[in-house]
C-alpha cells in the first residue's frame, strides 16, 4: 500500500508466547489474522440470517453455534497452515498442484459470489445508517464503498491490519444488547445443549443458511492469503517448507489466534440469536430478511438503546467485512493470474491486484442502484458460496495431506478428521439447500 513514510519493523508475534500467564498486550499482537477473520464472518448478511434464526425459532437454533464452532476452527485453521507453509494462498497452492479448469471455476464463482455479497452488505450499512441519520441512502452507499476502497489501496498494510482489529470492537455490540434485554436461561440452555430437530422445510432451510454463513469460502482464501502477507511483512519469517525450525511457534501462534477468532465470531452469532429470541420472537415478531429490518424491530420492544447499538454494530461490522470480501476475492484472482499481490506492495507494484479490489468493491456499490433485489442477491450469494464452499474444502483438506506441498507439516490426527468431517456436513447442508429449494 503507498505510504509516504517507511514504518518501523513490527514486532513479530511468533516470538511471543500467547500461553496462559502472558501478558495481555503480547496476547493481543499474537490475534491477527484469525480474528479479523472470525470478526469478518458476522457481516451485515450473516447479522441478518442469524436474526432470522433468532426471530423465527427463538432458543431453537443456537445449538449451531457449539456445533459450528470445532468444525470453523479446524477449517480456518488448517486454511492458516496452508498459507504459512508453503508462502501461497490457496489459489496459489489450486494453480501449482492442480488442473487448471478446477482454479478458473473456483474462481470465477468466488467472485461472482463475493462481489454480490460485498453489494448487500453495502446496501444493510446504507440502511442501518438511514436509521441513525437523516440522509439519502446512495450517500451512505458511495460513502463506505470510497472508505473500504482507501483503507485496502492507500494505507501501509500494518495500519490497514491495525484498522481491522480495531474494527473488530464493533461486534461488542451485541454483547452490549443482550445486557438490555430479559433473557430466559432455561430455553436457552435447552435450546443450546438439547437440540431439537424439526423436518419443516423453513426449519432445515434455516439451518442451512446459519451453516453457509459460518463456514464460507471467502474466509479460507482471506486467512490462508494474510498468512502469506505476514510472511512479507515480518522479516524473520520463511515459509515452513523452507524454514521448518519456525514450525512450533508459528503453529502455536496460528491455533491461538483461530482458536480465538471463531469462538468470539460464534459468541456474537449467539448474542445475535439470543437477542432477538427474547425480543422480537418472543412478541410475535417472526419474519425478518435484513439486518437494518432487525435492529428497526428492536426499538419498539427492547428500547432506544439495544436498536442503537445493533444498528452500530450493522456499520462496524460492513466497514470490517467488505474489505475482506473484496480482498479475499483479488488474493484468488491475482494468485491464479500470477500477478504481483498483497496489500503490503504498493498499488504502483500491484495495479492489477488493487483494481480487482477497487473494481468489486464499485460492482457492488452499482448493485445497490440497478433495482436487483437485495433479498434474491442474497439468497444467491448463499447459494454460491454453499457450492464454492464443498470443492474448496475438498481440495485444502487434499493438499493439507500432501507432504510434497505441506513437507513435514502435514495436517494430521484430529483436526484432519474435523476438518473432513466440516467438509462433509457442508456437502450435506448444499444437498440439503438444493432440495428444499426445489
Same mark, same amino acid.
Given at each position: 500500500?503507498?505510504?509516504?513514510?517507511?514504518?518501523?519493523?513490527?514486532?513479530?508475534?511468533?516470538?511471543?508466547?500467547?500461553?496462559?500467564?502472558?501478558?495481555?498486550?503480547?496476547?493481543?499482537?499474537?490475534?491477527?489474522?484469525?480474528?479479523?477473520?472470525?470478526?469478518?464472518?458476522?457481516?451485515?448478511?450473516?447479522?441478518?440470517?442469524?436474526?432470522?434464526?433468532?426471530?423465527?425459532?427463538?432458543?431453537?437454533?443456537?445449538?449451531?453455534?457449539?456445533?459450528?464452532?470445532?468444525?470453523?476452527?479446524?477449517?480456518?485453521?488448517?486454511?492458516?497452515?496452508?498459507?504459512?507453509?508453503?508462502?501461497?494462498?490457496?489459489?496459489?497452492?489450486?494453480?501449482?498442484?492442480?488442473?487448471?479448469?478446477?482454479?478458473?471455476?473456483?474462481?470465477?464463482?468466488?467472485?461472482?459470489?463475493?462481489?454480490?455479497?460485498?453489494?448487500?452488505?453495502?446496501?444493510?450499512?446504507?440502511?442501518?445508517?438511514?436509521?441513525?441519520?437523516?440522509?439519502?441512502?446512495?450517500?451512505?452507499?458511495?460513502?463506505?464503498?470510497? !472508505?473500504? #476502497?482507501?483503507?485496502? =489501496?492507500?494505507?501501509?498494510?500494518?495500519?490497514? &491490519? %491495525?484498522?481491522?482489529?480495531?474494527? /473488530?470492537? @464493533?461486534?461488542?455490540?451485541?454483547?452490549?444488547?443482550?445486557?438490555?434485554?430479559?433473557?430466559?436461561?432455561?430455553?436457552?440452555?435447552?435450546?443450546?445443549?438439547?437440540?431439537?430437530?424439526?423436518?419443516?422445510?423453513?426449519?432445515?432451510?434455516?439451518?442451512?443458511?446459519?451453516?453457509?454463513?459460518?463456514?464460507?469460502?471467502?474466509?479460507?482464501?482471506?486467512?490462508?492469503?494474510?498468512?502469506?502477507?505476514?510472511?512479507?511483512?515480518?522479516?524473520?519469517?520463511?515459509?515452513?517448507?523452507?524454514?521448518?525450525?519456525?514450525?512450533?511457534?508459528?503453529?502455536?501462534? !496460528?491455533? #491461538?489466534?483461530?482458536? =480465538?477468532?471463531?469462538?468470539?465470531?460464534?459468541? &456474537? %452469532?449467539?448474542?445475535?440469536?439470543? /437477542?432477538? @429470541?427474547?425480543?422480537?420472537?418472543?412478541?410475535?415478531?417472526?419474519?425478518?430478511?435484513?439486518?437494518?429490518?432487525?435492529?428497526?424491530?428492536?426499538?419498539?420492544?427492547?428500547?432506544?438503546?439495544?436498536?442503537?447499538?445493533?444498528?452500530?454494530?450493522?456499520?462496524?461490522?460492513?466497514?470490517?467485512?467488505?474489505?475482506?470480501?473484496?480482498?479475499?476475492?483479488?488474493?484468488?484472482?491475482?494468485?491464479?493470474?500470477?500477478?504481483?499481490?498483497?496489500?503490503?506492495?504498493?498499488?504502483?507494484?500491484?495495479?492489477?491486484?488493487?483494481?480487482?479490489?477497487?473494481?468489486?468493491?464499485? #460492482?457492488?456499490?452499482?448493485?445497490?442502484?440497478?433495482?436487483?433485489?437485495?433479498?434474491?442477491?442474497?439468497?444467491?450469494?448463499?447459494?454460491?458460496?454453499?457450492?464454492?464452499?464443498?470443492?474448496?474444502?475438498?481440495?485444502?483438506?487434499?493438499?493439507?495431506?500432501?507432504?510434497?506441498?505441506?513437507?513435514?507439516?502435514?495436517?494430521?490426527?484430529?483436526?484432519?478428521?474435523?476438518?473432513?468431517?466440516?467438509?462433509?456436513?457442508?456437502?450435506?447442508?448444499?444437498?440439503?439447500?438444493?432440495?428444499?429449494?426445489?
Amino acid at each position: 500500500m503507498a505510504s509516504a513514510d517507511t514504518p518501523r519493523v513490527p514486532d513479530d508475534p511468533e516470538r511471543a508466547d500467547p500461553v496462559v500467564g502472558t501478558s495481555k498486550p503480547q496476547l493481543l499482537q499474537v490475534l491477527g489474522p484469525g480474528l479479523i477473520t472470525g470478526a469478518s464472518d458476522d457481516d451485515p448478511s450473516g447479522i441478518a440470517t442469524y436474526s432470522q434464526a433468532g426471530a423465527q425459532f427463538g432458543y431453537g437454533l443456537t445449538w449451531t453455534m457449539l456445533f459450528t464452532y470445532p468444525l470453523m476452527a479446524a477449517v480456518q485453521m488448517i486454511s492458516a497452515r496452508v498459507g504459512r507453509t508453503t508462502g501461497r494462498g490457496i489459489a496459489g497452492n489450486l494453480r501449482v498442484h492442480y488442473p487448471a479448469w478446477i482454479l478458473q471455476w473456483v474462481v470465477a464463482l468466488l467472485l461472482i459470489a463475493n462481489t454480490i455479497n460485498l453489494g448487500a452488505d453495502l446496501g444493510a450499512m446504507a440502511d442501518a445508517s438511514r436509521l441513525l441519520l437523516p440522509a439519502p441512502a446512495w450517500l451512505f452507499i458511495v460513502l463506505f464503498a470510497a !472508505i473500504c #476502497v482507501y483503507m485496502q =489501496v492507500f494505507l501501509q498494510y500494518t495500519r490497514y &491490519v %491495525a484498522v481491522l482489529k480495531w474494527l /473488530t470492537l @464493533a461486534l461488542f455490540a451485541y454483547f452490549a444488547a443482550i445486557v438490555t434485554i430479559h433473557i430466559d436461561w432455561r430455553d436457552l440452555a435447552s435450546g443450546l445443549f438439547l437440540p431439537k430437530f424439526d423436518k419443516a422445510k423453513e426449519y432445515l432451510t434455516t439451518i442451512v443458511a446459519v451453516f453457509g454463513t459460518t463456514i464460507s469460502p471467502y474466509l479460507f482464501f482471506w486467512q490462508a492469503a494474510e498468512e502469506v502477507e505476514d510472511i512479507k511483512a515480518y522479516p524473520h519469517r520463511n515459509d515452513l517448507v523452507d524454514a521448518p525450525e519456525q514450525g512450533r511457534a508459528a503453529l502455536r501462534r !496460528i491455533e #491461538v489466534d483461530t482458536l =480465538v477468532g471463531m469462538a468470539f465470531s460464534n459468541l &456474537v %452469532a449467539l448474542a445475535i440469536m439470543v /437477542t432477538t @429470541a427474547a425480543t422480537l420472537h418472543k412478541n410475535g415478531v417472526t419474519s425478518i430478511e435484513t439486518s437494518a429490518q432487525a435492529a428497526e424491530a428492536l426499538r419498539p420492544i427492547a428500547g432506544q438503546f439495544a436498536f442503537l447499538v445493533f444498528a452500530l454494530g450493522i456499520i462496524g461490522t460492513g466497514l470490517l467485512a467488505v474489505p475482506v470480501l473484496a480482498g479475499s476475492g483479488a488474493y484468488a484472482l491475482g494468485e491464479a493470474r500470477r500477478w504481483p499481490t498483497g496489500f503490503s506492495r504498493n498499488w504502483q507494484e500491484a495495479k492489477a491486484f488493487y483494481a480487482t479490489v477497487a473494481l468489486a468493491t464499485l #460492482v457492488g456499490m452499482v448493485m445497490n442502484f440497478s433495482g436487483l433485489d437485495p433479498i434474491k442477491a442474497l439468497y444467491w450469494s448463499a447459494v454460491l458460496n454453499g457450492i464454492v464452499a464443498v470443492p474448496v474444502m475438498v481440495m485444502m483438506m487434499m493438499m493439507a495431506a500432501r507432504s510434497d506441498i505441506m513437507g513435514r507439516f502435514v495436517v494430521a490426527g484430529a483436526l484432519k478428521w474435523l476438518g473432513w468431517i466440516a467438509t462433509a456436513v457442508m456437502a450435506a447442508a448444499v444437498v440439503a439447500m438444493l432440495v428444499t429449494s426445489f
